[in-house]
């Protein structure tokens, strides 16, 4: 298995401009999550999807920050519009679920919004 | 969800030391995990301890998990220098029905050649 594959691997992108993560998770995992990581936050949990159903997205930011899983095998994190606050690391993990199993993250999307 | 906080925030050793970190929780968990992250990478699972368990061994990693003290701790023993990089605990809250898992800030290791 390619493991968790994210793209793009790094975005730059222009304040107020939309701007599109996407993660594959690894096949057969059932619960996907997106982190955003900072030197200022850590790491921190934007949504959680169990059965590409969201089961929690309190830490979505605002309103600017949206997410869909349409099937098992992929998602999407969109920030629109993008602001210079919002640069960041953002990682997608899968995992099996269940309280034996670790998380299998990606490599991450670089994003910086000038 | 609880946030698990790692120690030292960050360790500098020569190779071929022993390398301790230790993580704090306030709350029940099911489980406890570590993570390695390298500069530039997402997080590599590298244990999990569940909370019946003690002592958890994998090749030169050591975990160990007090629950009474709410407090686990890592170490690697002969270190190398490729175990530079980032160590991050996570805690999974019981009887929720979800397993989130939320991370500390993490402990920055570097080992020496």
């Known amino acids: 298995d390619a493991g968790v594959i994210q793209s793009p691997r790094h975005e730059v992108t222009e304040m107020g401009q939309e701007v599109t993560l996407r993660c594959k998770p690894i096949?057969?995992?059932?619960?996907l999550f997106w982190y955003r990581q900072t030197m200022m936050r850590g790491l921190e949990l934007l949504i959680y999807?169990?059965?590409?159903?969201?089961?929690?997205d309190s830490g979505m930011p605002e309103d600017r920050f949206s997410a869909k899983m349409p099937n098992a095998s992929f998602s999407t994190l969109k920030i629109q519009p993008s602001e210079p606050r919002d640069s960041a690391v953002y990682f997608c993990?899968?995992?099996?679920?269940?309280?034996?199993?670790?998380?299998?993250f990606g490599s991450g999307t670089r994003l910086t919004v000038v | 969800s609880q946030q698990g906080e790692e120690d030292p925030q960050a360790l500098s050793i020569q190779e071929g030391e022993n390398a301790t970190m230790n993580c704090s929780y306030k709350?029940?968990?099911?489980?406890l995990q570590w993570y390695r992250q390298n500069s530039g990478r997402g997080l590599v699972h590298l244990i999990l301890?569940?909370?019946?368990?003690r002592e958890k061994h994998s090749g030169r990693l050591r975990v160990t998990l007090d629950t009474s003290k709410k407090s686990s701790s890592l170490l690697i023993t002969a270190s190398r220098a490729a175990d530079t990089a980032s160590y991050f605990c996570?805690?999974?809250?019981?009887?929720?029905?979800?397993?989130?898992?939320?991370f500390g800030r993490g402990t920055s290791l570097i080992v020496h050649p």
């Open positions: 999807f169990n059965n590409n159903v969201p089961i929690d």
């Open positions: 996570a805690t999974d809250p019981p009887g929720v029905g979800s397993y989130i898992p939320t």
């Open positions: 096949s057969g995992h059932n619960s």
């Open positions: 993990a899968s995992s099996l679920g269940g309280a034996d199993y670790g998380y299998t």
């Open positions: 301890i569940r909370s019946n368990e």
């Open positions: 709350t029940s968990i099911n489980n």
